[in-house]
């Protein structure tokens, strides 16, 4: 089962700040819906995240996930880190084992860290020390252990920024993939337009001071995707030029040419 986001006008100032971080952010996730927020640093992209996951509770609007308020953290809405923060004295299995362990879900637990594992394409380092493995497969083994919750909605803050190249693109299609089979809503805040355009149906593209979703990018390939072929470059096109209008980066000279046909961007408008 998958989850529903709603985000109903939801504004938040920090104690002793005297600007709100987030202002009306309004915007609605589709069940199994993958979603990417991009935007420059200190537009309020964690400070979003972290309401989904019931960690922060806004100054004004409300989250819903389901329908139903969130208020606290929920072991079926599950935030992954840039960090795989991993117990580097515990094995791969023990790792994942905990997850389910704090949650509380130990019917079948045997079974779901084994499954989840293999997905991750760790079965045969189960037993291995988590320290001996590469950054990638911690943050693989992070992933399963997410996963054995089997959660509705996978929340990931940057889980691969510090990632090589290589290493980062397989775990962008494996985690794409495994969200589309798990039937998994997930949302991903990113600062790599490419990472956005591997893995999301959909781009909210968020501005800051205030912090606010200015408008949103449908991507319309299928998967697995292909960085190379002509239309990936298209949507990256076309999602750049958002992502620099809503920045205030662009140029007098680049807002002054005109985009050809097809990375012409359709008008900003408010996300739904
Ligand atoms: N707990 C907090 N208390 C006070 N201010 C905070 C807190 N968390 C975040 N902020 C402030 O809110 C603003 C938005 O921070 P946030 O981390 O949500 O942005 P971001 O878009 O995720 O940034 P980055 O891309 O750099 O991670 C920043 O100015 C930050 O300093």
Not at 27 to 44: H, N, T
């Amino acid at each position: 089962m998958s989850a529903t986001v709603t985000i109903d006008y939801v504004s938040h100032t920090f104690r002793g700040h005297r600007e709100p971080t987030l202002s009306s952010v309004d915007a609605r996730i589709e069940a199994g819906e993958r979603v990417a927020l991009v935007g420059r640093s200190g537009c309020g992209k964690t400070t979003l995240l972290q309401m989904m996951a019931g960690l922060l509770l806004p100054s004004e609007g409300v989250v819903r996930i389901n329908n139903r308020q969130v208020t606290r953290p929920n072991a079926r809405w599950n935030l992954m880190f840039q960090k795989a923060c991993l117990y580097p004295w515990l094995n791969v299995r023990e790792n994942v084992r905990l997850g389910c362990l704090f949650a509380g879900r130990t019917e079948g637990m045997e079974d779901r860290v084994d499954r989840f594992l293999e997905l991750v394409g760790l079965g045969d380092r189960r037993d291995a020390p988590v320290q001996s493995l590469s950054g990638g497969q911690q943050q693989r083994v992070a992933l399963a252990r997410s996963l054995s919750l089997e959660p509705e909605l996978l929340l990931l803050d940057e889980p691969f920024s510090a990632l090589d190249t290589f290493t980062r693109g397989a775990l962008q299609d494996d985690v794409a993939q495994i969200a589309a089979d798990q039937d998994l809503t997930m949302v991903l805040i990113t600062h790599d337009i490419d990472e956005a355009v591997a893995m999301a149906d959909r781009v909210f593209v968020m501005a800051q001071n205030p912090g606010r979703v200015l408008g949103e990018e449908p991507i319309p390939l299928a998967f697995p995707r292909n960085r190379h072929a002509p239309e990936f470059s298209r949507v990256r096109e076309r999602l750049m030029h958002r992502f620099e209008a809503a920045s205030g980066l662009q140029s007098g000279n680049e807002a002054a040419e005109t985009p050809s046909a097809d990375t012409q961007p359709p008008p900003i408008r408010r996300a739904v």
